[in-house]
């Protein structure tokens, strides 16, 4: 390349960004519409659960967060609607208290977060999209891109906890098409855990750094509706030996006695409520809506344990044949529907077996979309770690009663899902889309 060619090639780039950009945020908008519009006024400004806001408070949070970052912060333009930030800081009222503030109703909150979409479009166009850490490479947007997907996988989760007759609909899930059973053994060694190269990776998976992970085996493949049944038919909720004294409390304060949104009718079958809808349960689709003392639980019955969060990751990026860390477990490419079930483009988790091609080098399945996969370890920051571009994206959790989750679920988009991406949650919480796999540590008969 020559020194002429460089600034149009550059441009050209650029361009190709401020592309990818829109498109990213268009697709997350016309999610949220969706989420929004198949509901009516009612349904828009209830609280389906006191551990969920009401929808239309996410709607009008997702655009006061843009208008901070976007229009105000990158655009350094005037506010649209100043008076109403503190309504929708998420720091400032819980859940439980959100449905008696003088929230915007639908109507208005429709009116703001297109008003502040029309601005951003101005920024969007006006931005080198460079220099500076808040737009290089698009950052500033892309965050707020993997906020509103955030946001509307919380919606799709209040979604599937509000009662009455279903209103989502999408295709069934494609059919398992290999035979996925077993564990899969992970040599021991170094691998590169988090990222420094990914322009859209959030502060929590900074920076990549070298992890000494001892050999272990892990599942092929999530644990299916049919084994938790097997766990469930064995008195695995009423055996407290198989459950931890803090879970065991949980248990029974709780009432649980089956994963969350199991039914089981006068005959003794099983069923599964999925978004309005019931369907008997499917045997060999990954079990969701587990809580982590749950999986716990069902680990100690099944003789292993959840893996650790580094486990997981080498897992699903640890690359034997060169040694390097892919983005994905399939390689560097973004996800398609072939590799995995993201996006909501179906409302609930494939078969084992349903995405080969998506499985990583050792051949570990499913590992990306499906279900949330809750692992061992607590949220805690990667050494080196730099707070960006708030603290309250993940510094102030870190350390807090969390478990960390991988690989996001059929209800996470693409954008906020990655080999790098961690969430975070109470171990107690169910509504999300939370499943596992489970890992155990070689013995000296194994080696
Ligand atoms: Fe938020």
């Known amino acids: 390349m020559t020194i002429q060619q460089m600034p149009g090639t550059d441009r050209a780039e650029t361009e190709r960004l401020r592309g990818r950009i829109a498109d990213t945020l268009e697709r997350a908008r016309r999610r949220t519409i969706g989420l929004t519009e198949c509901v009516d006024e009612a349904e828009l400004v209830a609280q389906h659960s006191r551990i969920m806001s009401p929808l239309v408070w996410d709607l009008a949070h997702i655009g ?20 109403i930030d503190h309504l929708y800081d998420a720091f400032k009222h819980a859940r439980a208290d959100r449905p008696a503030l003088p929230l915007l109703d639908p109507a208005q909150a429709r009116d703001y977060v297109g008003t502040v979409r029309e601005k951003v479009w101005d920024v969007l166009e006006r931005s080198p999209l460079r220099g500076g850490d808040l737009v290089e490479g698009g950052f500033a947007f892309g965050m707020i891109a993997q906020h509103e ?70 599942d092929a493949a999530p644990v299916t509706n049919e084994q938790f049944l097997a ?73 292993k344990r959840l893996p650790t969060e580094a486990e997981w990751e080498k897992a699903a990026r640890f690359d034997p044949a060169t040694g390097r860390s892919r983005r994905y477990p399939w390689g560097d490419g973004d996800p398609t529907a072939a590799l995995a079930n993201l996006g909501q483009h179906h409302l609930e988790p494939a078969d084992i077996g349903a995405y080969p091609a998506g499985a990583s080098p050792l051949g570990v399945h499913q590992l990306i979309g499906d279900v949330w996969e809750w692992t061992a370890s607590g949220f805690d920051p990667y050494p080196g770690f730099r707070a960006f571009p708030y603290r309250e994206y993940s510094e102030v959790f870190y350390g807090g009663d969390y478990k960390v989750l991988r690989g996001g679920s059929f209800g996470a988009d693409q954008v906020a899902a990655r080999g790098t991406f961690r969430n975070w949650d109470h171990p107690i919480r169910r509504q999300i889309f939370s499943g596992f796999r489970l890992a155990r540590s070689l013995t000296a008969d194994d080696l």
């Open 64 to 83: 006061n967060q843009e208008e901070l970052w976007l229009v105000r912060d990158v655009g350094g333009r005037e506010p649209v609607r100043q008076d």
């Open 149 to 218: 997907q955030q946001h509307d996988e919380t919606m799709l989760a209040t979604h599937q906890l509000r009662t009455g007759e279903a209103v989502l609909s999408a295709p069934p899930t494609p059919a398992a098409t290999a035979t996925v059973t077993g564990e899969v053994v992970v040599p021991a060694g170094e691998f590169s855990m988090g990222t420094d190269t990914d322009p859209w990776a959030l502060d929590n998976e900074r920076p990549a750094h070298p992890v000494h992970v001892d050999a272990f085996a892990i």
């Open 231 to 303: 766990f469930l038919d064995d008195g695995g909720y009423e055996r407290p030996e198989l459950w931890s004294e803090r879970g065991w409390a949980h248990r029974v304060e709780a009432g649980l006695t089956a994963p969350q949104f199991w039914e089981q009718d006068g005959g003794g079958r099983w069923w599964r409520r999925t978004f309005g809808a019931m369907q008997p349960l499917r045997t060999h689709q990954p079990v969701v809506h587990v809580c982590w003392f749950e999986a716990e639980a069902y680990a100690n019955w099944a003789g």
